[in-house]
T-cell receptor, first 112, second 114 residues
Framework: KNEVEQSPQNLTAQEGEFITINCSYSVGISALHWLQQHPGGGIVSLFMLSSGKKKHGRLIATINIQEKHSSLHITASHPRDSAVYICAVKLSPIQGAQKLVFGQGTRLTINP | KAGVTQTPRYLIKTRGQQVTLSCSPISGHRSVSWYQQTPGQGLQFLFEYFSETQRNKGNFPGRFSGRQFSNSRSEMNVSTLELGDSALYLC?????????????FGDGTRLSIL
């Protein structure tokens, strides 16, 4: 079982729909990152969370440390939101190496 | 501020050769991390350098090595290339080590092994 699991793996929606991407992890963490990767390969860091909720424009990220779960929401989705969204966790010091562990990504397609 | 710059963008090599990839971080960032991305394994952490010292290392063979210079620029070297090393190699910089700060990614170097 992967330490970081994302769902769904693929998501297709119509423009304007509310989108939710989920990330569950099984290890102790000190931070969780949400990343966006466009077809060209470049990765953009969207959020870094250690607790609670963050909002940036139409994007909202939440994390529940007790349940080991995070969600990324997109409101009023637009075709330019089409990308792969990747959840990554930074292992807590007791886990050993201080490294990022990545989910497999969620491929989001927003149709006009 | 200029972003993270990786060179070259594309590279084709043959099995058995070695390759060096370069990463220039955002000015003022002292942490550089390297990642490998393949369709099968997704993104995997290779190593992290901070102030010229390797701070963390992923589960990759010794053929994968790196270093960081005093100006924070970093290089990654892969020796005795194998077909499975074909991947997108990404570097990311941040202001401190350990992944507790936002990571700023470069566009990557796409390495193809023939």
């Amino acid at each position: 079982k992967n330490e970081v699991e994302q769902s769904p793996q693929n998501l297709t929606a119509q423009e304007g729909e509310f989108i939710t991407i989920n990330c569950s992890y099984s290890v102790g963490i000190s931070a969780l990152h949400w990343l966006q990767q466009h077809p060209g390969g470049g990765i953009v860091s969207l959020f870094m969370l250690s607790s609670g909720k963050k909002k940036h424009g139409r994007l909202i990220a939440t994390i529940n440390i007790q349940e080991k779960h995070s969600s990324l929401h997109i409101t009023a989705s637009h075709p330019r939101d089409s990308a792969v969204y990747i959840c990554a966790v930074k292992l807590s010091p007791i886990q050993g190496a201080q490294k990022l562990v990545f989910g497999q990504g969620t491929r989001l397609t927003i149709n006009p | 501020k200029a972003g993270v710059t990786q060179t070259p963008r594309y590279l084709i090599k043959t099995r058995g050769q070695q390759v060096t990839l370069s990463c220039s971080p955002i000015s003022g960032h002292r942490s550089v991390s390297w990642y490998q991305q393949t369709p099968g394994q997704g993104l995997q952490f290779l190593f992290e350098y901070f102030s010229e010292t390797q701070r963390n290392k992923g589960n990759f063979p010794g053929r994968f090595s790196g270093r960081q210079f005093s100006n924070s620029r970093s290089e990654m070297n892969v020796s005795t290339l194998e077909l499975g090393d074909s991947a997108l190699y990404l570097c990311a910089s941040s202001s401190s080590a350990g992944g507790n700060q936002p990571q700023h990614f470069g566009d990557g170097t796409r390495l193809s092994i023939l």
